[in-house]
């Protein structure tokens, strides 16, 4: 079984700053992309950015020079360090991962999700 748990969301004024966390454990035999999707009220889920395994990253057109996704392959985590934040970001944001269990089985897994809120 594979968790894929969220942290550090909130509520930032416009023009702030935060940093999302995700980390998976479980039975993991190894991790290819990982990313973020978010899903705002009425709208569909939408990507936010992805990390390869060897750090190729790609951004929403909306979040490119704001955002910033990173990942730590030791630790089976990504990060999303969000700036300049408008009140269009308001969202839950979800961690993805496309995981190869000790079983040998791809799964993609999605994370519980964390509220960013943005408003003054």
């Known amino acids: 079984q594979v968790q894929l748990v969220e942290s550090g969301g909130g509520l930032v004024q416009p023009g702030g700053s935060l940093r999302l966390s995700c980390a998976a454990s479980?039975?993991?035999?190894?991790?290819?992309?990982m990313g973020w999707y978010r899903q705002a009220p009425g709208k569909q889920r939408e990507l936010v950015a992805t990390?390869?395994?060897?750090?190729?990253?790609n951004y929403a057109d909306s979040v490119t020079g704001r955002f910033t996704i990173s990942r730590d392959n030791v630790k089976n985590s990504v990060y999303l360090q969000m700036n300049s934040l408008k009140p269009e970001d308001t969202a839950v944001y979800y961690c993805n991962a496309a995981i190869l269990g000790r079983d040998l089985r791809y799964g993609n897994y999605y994370g519980q999700g964390t509220q960013v809120t943005v408003s003054s």
């Open positions: 479980g039975s993991i035999r190894s991790i290819n992309d």
């Open positions: 990390c390869t395994r060897a750090g190729t990253t």
